[in-house]
């Protein structure tokens, strides 16, 4: 078939006219989907099954620091974790603190406690007449929910295929003050797979801000998700590039087993220099008397260490993979030579990112919708839900079952076909 657009109008119509044949079939079946959230499946979530076995009423509950895990005690961590969750983020043990069940809930605890008791010493952000953060679009829309939540402004940089545009970050990070953050998922980026290349991080390294407090917010919560053993993205560790340039108090870098485990019910952890680990410790020292120690030991127990980790992680690639395949393949055939849609083809992550023509995701999202496939809502991959364009729409291939996943692609294809020939036709 050829592209859309070299089509004349009685071309169009005709194809427009099979393609509403075509989606009322869809209708008709009765579908009920859900590809709205990077949810893994039930197989994924079973292959930690084990996890509820490694403990019971007859083991030792003590951890390697002779602490009882039953019991408070052990703000940072018990020491097994920790090793743990510092060999997954790459720095040494003593720049880890573990948290509780969610990175998210830790981001959103360190924005608040920027907000309101500033970070090491500096004026809280709350006091402030503006405060700003950097939104690599596009991104992923919970971190932009929490910046919107606290009154931040954000401001859209591009998300190149070498990460963020760095030119434009170097240039507004150091000149306004009131730039305090940027979002970052540097590995399979949440939703365009995209990881960052060693000059992204390197310049990241050194960038010049103008406030003294501005932080890099790097939410590598896909640090270990590959899809394929034998192509892999591999980044370069920002806190020792950080460290080589003097700079390490300026990134928090924040991790989860929610995408290994079981989603929120992982154990979560940030790791940052040691002052800003102090700090973070003056704030945690009066919300809680210690984290779940209990599921520390039940990740350790089960994982042991990190090369346990990249096993388990090859049984979820082995599920998730060919449903990646599944709906390239199905946008491939249905979309390949139109000239109305473009995707991202990850190695890694939960995400496909779609752009459609523009003007067209909100039309394409609602349309699916009616025919029961419910996709993350146009516009979420954006801050404030506005994406300039209308055009990106984000794929979460890993929750439906195959067979789902390969009708929803089908229909999806077909709702942007329709969405696509009727904008061409109002042309
Ligand atoms: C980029 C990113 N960060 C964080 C999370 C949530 O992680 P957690 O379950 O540890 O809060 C997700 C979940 O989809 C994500 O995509």
């Known amino acids: 078939m050829k592209p859309y657009k070299e089509m004349t109008r009685e071309e169009l119509m005709q194809e427009k006219a099979a393609l509403e044949a075509r989606y009322k079939e869809f209708q008709d079946k009765g579908m009920k989907l859900d590809m709205s959230r990077g949810k893994p499946s039930k197989a994924q979530l079973d292959l930690s099954n084990g996890m509820m076995d490694v403990l019971n009423s007859g083991s030792d509950m003590m951890c390697a620091a002779g602490v009882d895990c039953r019991n408070y005690g052990i703000m940072d961590g018990i020491p097994e974790a920790r090793h743990l969750l510092a060999d997954m983020s790459e720095v040494p043990e003593k720049n880890i603190l573990i948290y509780g069940n969610s990175s998210l809930n830790v981001m959103f605890d360190t924005v608040a406690r920027a907000m309101t008791m500033g970070i090491c010493g500096h004026t809280p952000w709350g006091r402030l007449d503006k405060v700003k953060f950097l939104c690599p679009v596009p991104g992923y829309d919970r971190h932009f929910g929490i910046t919107e939540f606290f009154g931040i402004e954000m401001i859209n940089v591009p998300l190149l ?19 305090k953050g940027i979002w970052c998922v540097p590995k399979y980026s949440n939703p365009t797979g995209v990881s960052y290349s060693d000059e992204t991080v390197r310049r990241f390294a050194k960038l010049k801000p103008a406030a003294p407090d501005f932080r890099i917010f790097w939410d590598n919560a896909y640090s270990i998700h590959h899809l394929y053993e034998d192509d892999q993205d591999v980044i370069l560790e920002l806190l020792t590039e950080c460290e080589k340039e003097g ?47 209990l599921n520390q030991l039940r990740h350790v127990r089960f994982f042991k260490d990190m090369d346990g ?101 089908e229909l999806f294809v077909v709702c942007v076909r329709l969405v696509s020939a009727e904008k061409l036709l109002e042309q």
């Open 247 to 293: 700079t390490e108090d300026m990134v928090y870098k924040f991790i989860s087993t929610s995408k290994v485990s079981f989603p929120g019910s992982g154990i979560a952890a940030m790791a940052a220099s040691e002052a800003n680990l102090a700090d973070a410790r003056r704030w945690m020292n009066y919300q809680t008397i210690g984290h779940d120690k």
């Open 161 to 179: 295929p070498t990460g963020p545009d760095m030119d434009m970050v170097e240039r507004l990070v150091s000149e306004d003050p009131a730039i």
């Open 309 to 409: 980790m990249h096993e388990h992680m090859k049984k979820h690639a082995a599920i998730l993979r060919p449903k990646f395949e599944a709906v390239e393949h199905a946008l491939e055939q249905g979309l390949g030579e139109l000239g109305i849609g473009s995707w991202t083809n990850p190695k890694g992550g939960y995400f496909i990112s779609f752009d459609a023509m523009d003007g067209c995701a909100k039309k394409i999202v609602a349309m699916a919708k009616e025919a029961g496939l419910v996709l993350t809502g146009a516009g979420a991959t954006y801050p404030y839900g506005k994406d300039p364009d209308d055009k990106n729409i984000r794929i979460a291939p890993s929750f439906p079952t195959l067979e789902e996943l390969k009708m929803a692609a």
